[in-house]
């Protein structure tokens, strides 16, 4: 299951650094990569796996760099795509962007990183935040070697001891973002939730926090083994569950509680998504008139959520011929703006209560005749953001905070919905 070598080439295929774990394999096999990846793109394979002579490539593309991993075992791909990712994440906290140039002025500082992150080709330290308490970008000119934190031999590698703060708490946001496509009759063609729970824990000493969500939910492992929570056809099937790496799935297997020890600072729990038919919560309506020389738009705007929510910042963008000039707008709410590089314009109401419904008109010259069929019809898009509402239904039932000193902590949870893909067709 271990990676032999990483490599991290230029869009030529030339090495421009790489590390060797277990020396299990020829070096010069590299050269033969970039071939590969040329006759596979050829024949229309764009997979991030490639077999030859025996040796697997896994690799990714960031900027203008491939980071590829070498060997002759039975590879965990999953695992080494995670590790090749991570060490993206890692390399851009480092040095802000991680393309070619950086990596030739970081030469030491990423040999440093390659020693740490990976031990005899099994992953080992990923968290940036801690690989930054003992590996500093001059690294390589330290005197003598600071000694690592614990949390790099500790089971908690996520995790520093000893940090302490005046007032402890922790700050949780469910944020869903709604994909749709809908067609201009109102029927919904596609539609899906991506949720992600994010957290920043301003905690002291080396807490274990216990998150329960609604009995609602009920998690594809859950399905699985035969439990069943909550009530019937109440459930939510919340699909591609990705869990941090500080959350104790044998725990949550058996309780169906998410239990952990935090990272300091900013870090993302766990995200899901969930296929299931939504309901519009911005609804558009846009009725197109062609005259000679001139078309004009007529405008609806409906907000299909509850009335005590508010959906902020909203955008509804709407395409027009790319030769379109001399806009007019007209309208009793936000305002209206022609954007003639996205050949849209933008209708923007900053606050926009549920159960509403606004028109605009739009009015623009057409110096030329353009055929439909040759432009198409790009469909409407929105923006929006919609605090304390969850589209998926799934709610925080407690945040319990555990420290072996018994502070006192403050929770904080809120929710957003926001746009993903938001799309409608236009008639």
């Not at 070096?27 to 025996?54: C, N, Q, R, Y």
């Not at 569950?241 to 993302?268: N, W």
Request: hydrophobic share 40%.
């Amino acid at each position: 299951m271990a990676t032999s070598a990483v490599f991290i080439l230029d869009l030529k295929g030339n090495v421009i650094i790489s590390r060797n774990y277990r020396g299990d394999i020829e070096m010069s096999v590299i050269e033969k990569f970039m071939p590969l990846v040329v006759e596979k793109e050829d024949e229309g394979v764009h997979a991030p796996i490639i077999t030859h002579d025996g040796v697997s490539y896994v690799f990714i593309k960031h900027m203008n760099v491939y980071l590829v991993s070498i060997s002759k075992k039975n590879t965990n791909v999953a695992l080494v795509l995670s590790y090749l990712y991570k060490a993206v994440e890692v390399f851009c906290e480092y040095f802000k962007d991680l393309e070619e140039e950086s990596v030739r002025d970081n030469f030491v500082c990423i040999f440093e990183l390659f020693d740490e992150m990976m031990d005899f080709g099994y992953p080992q330290t990923t968290e940036s935040k801690i690989l930054q308490e003992f590996i500093t970008e001059k690294g390589n000119q330290l005197e003598m070697a600071p000694r690592p934190p614990m949390a790099v031999t500790n089971a908690v590698s996520w995790r520093s001891e000893g940090i302490k703060y005046r007032k402890n708490e922790v700050f949780l946001d469910v944020i869903e973002s709604v994909n749709m496509l809908a067609n201009a009759s109102g029927t919904v063609l596609r539609s899906e939730i991506v949720g992600s729970i994010r957290m920043r824990v301003v905690l002291s000493g080396m807490p274990e926090l216990r998150l329960g969500l609604n009995d609602k939910v009920i998690f594809q492992q859950a399905g699985q083994n035969g439990r069943r929570t909550g009530g019937a056809g109440k459930g939510v099937e919340l699909e591609d569950v990705k869990f941090h790496q500080c959350v104790r799935l044998s725990r949550f297997d058996a309780e169906r509680t998410i239990s952990f020890i935090p990272p300091d600072g900013e870090f993302e729990l766990m995200s899901y998504r969930l296929t299931t038919q939504v309901k519009p919560l911005i609804w558009v309506e846009a009725v197109v008139e062609k005259y000679r020389g001139r078309v004009e738009y007529m405008v609806k705007a409906k907000s299909q959520f509850k009335r005590q929510s508010i959906a902020n910042h909203v955008e509804v963008i709407i395409p027009v011929p790319s030769d379109a000039d001399s806009p007019k707008f007209k309208t009793s709410v936000g305002s209206v703006k022609y954007v003639p590089e996205l050949n849209s314009f933008v209708w923007t109401i900053r606050s926009f209560p549920g159960g509403r419904e606004y028109l605009m008109r739009a009015h623009f010259s057409l110096p030329s005749i353009h055929s439909e069929e040759v432009e198409g019809k790009p469909p409407i898009s929105v923006k929006f953001e919609i605090p304390y509402y969850t589209t998926s239904g799934l709610q925080v039932r407690y945040l319990k905070i555990i420290e072996k000193s018994g502070y006192q902590a403050l929770p904080w949870v809120r929710y957003v919905t926001q746009n993903g893909d938001y799309q409608m067709r236009m008639q």
